[in-house]
């Protein structure tokens, strides 16, 4: 299964790049002998539009315009589930054995996902409750994916 992260925003160069940057490098490496590839990190402009709604509504229409027909999305919500890392990694599990062939993790703009996209979401995932700066969230978001191939391989990565 294909995994794409779609993000609103530029992540500028610096620590937080490198260290996400790491991890999704780590991820595509390990992702592959449980058959997840890693298709890399796809970053739009945040909206310019006068109100939230309306910036919303057109960073969603970007994803819309990208998304694969049949491709699950996951969107990182602070409205979404909290999920262990073991969890995290049994959803992408399941996704990947229900024949899924793509995967799309969305982080949105600062003013959240639009609606339309929680509507169609195949699952909306919370990283907590605090809001976290977008810069952290890729890292944390890298990290977890690693994590879940290794979980998803037995490799001893994580212990619990």
Same mark, same amino acid.
């Given at each position: ?41 796809? !970053?739009?402009?945040?909206? /310019? ?28 919500? !602070? ?38 996209? /929680? ?27 690693? /994590? ?13």
């Amino acid at each position: 299964m294909k995994i794409t992260v779609h993000a609103v925003g530029r992540m500028k160069a610096g620590p937080e790049k490198l260290l996400a940057d790491r991890y999704f490098e780590r991820f595509a490496r390990s992702g592959q002998a449980v058959g997840l590839e890693f298709s890399g990190v796809v !970053e739009i402009p945040e909206g /310019r539009a006068q109100t939230a709604n309306e910036r919303r509504r057109e960073e969603g229409q970007k994803l819309q315009a990208q998304l694969q027909p049949g491709a699950a999305l996951m969107l990182l919500d !602070e409205r979404g589930k909290s999920f262990s890392s073991e969890d995290f990694a049994g959803r992408i599990g399941l996704l990947r054995d229900s024949g899924r062939k793509a995967l799309v993790i969305a982080i949105g703009g600062a003013d959240g996902h639009d609606q339309s996209l /929680r509507d169609q979401a195949d699952l909306m995932v919370s990283f907590g409750a605090p809001t976290w700066p977008h810069q952290l969230v890729r890292v944390m978001l890298g990290e977890q994916l690693y /994590r879940a191939a290794t979980i998803l391989s037995g490799h001893p990565y994580h212990r619990s």
